[in-house]
């Protein structure tokens, strides 16, 4: 006996299960990806990272960025869900404390000519004592999904953030892709009266006359598509901020420059990243929770202790109901333990078991997932830059090439369809040029949020009230 007694001491200083500690997941100690033009090795500039969007220096960028925190409907959905998370943490807190309820009633009793009245009032109390720590760990479960919730938020916030800047250098590319094809449609319509010109003054044939035709109407197809593109673009920026399409189109109607991107960026080392990602410390959470779950488990193959009482009072009138007399009470300790149960709580046991092997499998799954991100957006970012160099050295040359052969075909020293090729080529590269100079920005979006950044300074508030509940 003295040997059980100190085994139920022994229990009742920890909590029965295992103890939650954060995995050692090996990160590199560098990055795989070539550095290159703007970016610079060192730990996260942090300041930059939390308020990446305005290092673009467009004041409509943040302006929408504005609006999609305070608008947009996912965001509100998964602020819903860290509510309800911190209700239930309520709820797993309850449980330490005692209950107390009280009971009434007023009966009327009929026999033959006799009618006699009763009148009772009592109240029960009752506390758990949480020995073995299953009450305990429901908490530890509890809070870890509310610190799940609180990164789940931050997720969709860093993900909605990069989605509003995305579709905004998106659309104003559009814009620029637009006006580079109306530059070149009236640089082609020139040429057709030119050639028009010169057919008519019997200087060339009918055929220079169908080419420079078919190329000028071949632009022309272009623009319907982009302006599909423009306005598709717009419409999802109008519900990433949770307005109706069309509603911001009075923003974005004047075109403008294509934010370009700053000089430099610091992508610290690997380590940091991880550390810096929501979805990362959202699926650590989740093994906490799947962990704590399990001494919730364990906790059922131990008795529960339980303190209880109550005072109870009848009377067949209401004045005298409290007396002495009248009144009844209880009060003492009481235990319950399931000594058979067909298995069901070992099995239980073994659920919760298996549920903490997943996450923790899925949380090594998102740390390579996260290390693959940050690899092709440090690779898309340098690739492109140098790819938006080579383009511009192609467009002026392609620039230079179509007025040489221009004026060579104007002189009648060359033929038209060296005119033709050269135009094609100009609008190509400088189509190319342009959405080259959009994708350097979005893949520098695409960096800022595979190194997690956007949340910090606005996930301080739920924080702290989660703190303070």
């Not at 996912?74 to 309800?84: G, I, M």
């Not at 659309?171 to 028009?196: G, H, M, P």
């Not at 069901?344 to 991100?373: D, F, G, T």
């Amino acid at each position: 006996m003295p040997c059980q007694l100190c085994a139920l001491a022994l229990a009742a200083c920890a909590p029965v299960g295992p103890d939650f500690h954060p995995p050692e997941v090996p990160a590199p100690a560098s990055w795989h990806s070539e550095s290159g033009k703007g970016l610079a090795a060192g730990t996260h500039d942090l300041a930059t990272q939390a308020r990446w969007w305005t290092s673009f220096n467009d004041p409509i960028l943040c302006g929408l960025i504005d609006q999609a925190v305070a608008g947009n409907l996912d965001l509100q959905l998964a602020q819903a869900r860290l509510h309800e998370a911190r209700a239930r943490l309520g709820v797993a807190r309850a449980g330490a404390f005692p209950t107390l309820t009280t009971t009434g009633s007023a009966t009327q009793s009929r026999s033959h000519y006799l009618t006699q009245n009763l009148f009772a009032i009592g109240f029960d109390a009752g506390w758990e004592l949480d020995i073995f720590g299953g009450v305990r760990r429901s908490q530890e479960a509890a809070q870890a999904d509310l610190a799940a919730g609180e990164e789940d938020r931050r997720d969709v916030l860093v993900s909605l953030l990069g989605e509003v800047a995305i579709n905004y250098l998106e659309a104003r590319t559009y814009q620029a892709r637009i006006a580079t094809a109306t530059k070149n449609l009236q640089i082609q319509e020139e040429t057709f009266q030119l050639t028009d010109w010169r057919y008519q003054a019997g200087l060339s044939d009918e055929l220079a006359v169908q080419q420079a035709r078919s190329n000028l109407a071949s632009t022309r197809a272009q623009l319907p598509s982009l302006r599909t593109g423009l306005e598709g673009s717009l419409n999802l920026l109008a519900v990433l901020t949770g307005a109706q399409p069309g509603r911001i189109d009075e923003f974005l109607k004047e075109p403008a420059p294509i934010p370009t991107p700053p000089v430099t960026v610091a992508v610290g080392v690997p380590a940091e990243t991880l550390r810096q990602r929501p979805d990362l410390r959202r699926a650590e959470q989740q093994l906490a929770a799947a962990t704590a779950r399990i001494g919730v488990a364990v906790s059922d193959l131990y008795p529960k202790f339980r303190l209880s009482g109550s005072i109870s009072a009848a009377s067949v009138g209401t004045t005298d109901i409290l007396a002495p007399a009248n009144r009844t009470g209880r009060f003492g300790p009481s235990f319950s333990w399931p000594l058979f149960a067909g298995g069901q709580i070992l099995r239980n046991i073994e659920v919760q078991s298996a549920q903490q092997e997943q996450k923790l499998l899925q949380y090594r799954s998102v740390v390579l997932a996260a290390l693959e991100e940050v690899e092709n957006a440090l690779t898309a970012y340098v690739e492109e830059q140098r790819r938006h160099q080579a383009l511009t050295e192609a467009a002026e040359a392609a620039r230079a090439a179509a007025q040489l052969a221009r004026d060579k075909y104007q002189a009648g020293l060359q033929d038209f369809s060296t005119v033709l090729d050269a135009q094609r080529s100009q609008l190509s590269f400088e189509d190319q040029l342009t959405q080259s100079r959009g994708a350097v920005s979005a893949d520098l979006v695409r960096l800022y949020k595979a190194l997690g950044g956007g949340w910090q300074p606005l996930a301080a508030e739920p924080a702290e009230s989660a703190a303070q509940n």
